[in-house]
């Protein structure tokens, strides 16, 4: 059971950036997911989950308008689009699976699938 982020970097503020999220060794249609992010001398944050079935997703309010999640279940790959990027978007990335997205207002510390993490810098 495997998740791999990609498609962080450095943006602009203003711009546009999307992360995936490729899951491998498990139905991603079967499972949440999601991201957290954790800036230096920040704690853990839950960024914005997709819940399996339904689809219902999960935004912190930080975010709320401007990141939008998806899922392609044919690819068993999770999306997020992160648009008007700001300077405090500035953070590490990590994609995380689990059973629903209850998890994700907290800072996630139950769940035990974890990305290895994408930098994500918002800077001009």
């Known amino acids: 059971v495997q998740v791999v982020e990609s498609g962080g970097g450095l943006v602009e503020p203003g711009n546009s950036l999307r992360l995936s999220c490729a899951a491998s060794?498990?139905?991603?249609?079967?499972?949440?997911i999601g991201w957290f992010r954790q800036a230096p001398g920040k704690e853990r944050e839950g960024v914005s989950c997709i819940n399996p079935r339904d689809g219902s997703t999960y935004y912190a309010d930080s975010v709320k308008g401007r990141f939008t999640i998806s899922r392609d279940n044919a690819k068993n790959t999770a999306y997020l689009q992160m648009n008007s990027l700001k300077p405090e978007d500035t953070a590490v990335y990590y994609c995380?699976?689990?059973?629903?997205?209850?998890?994700?207002?907290?800072?996630?510390?139950?769940?035990?699938?974890w990305g290895q993490g994408t930098l994500v810098t918002v800077s001009s």
């Open positions: 995380a699976a689990d059973w629903f997205c209850t998890s994700w207002p907290d800072n996630g510390r139950y769940i035990e699938v």
């Open positions: 060794g498990f139905t991603l249609d079967d499972y949440a």
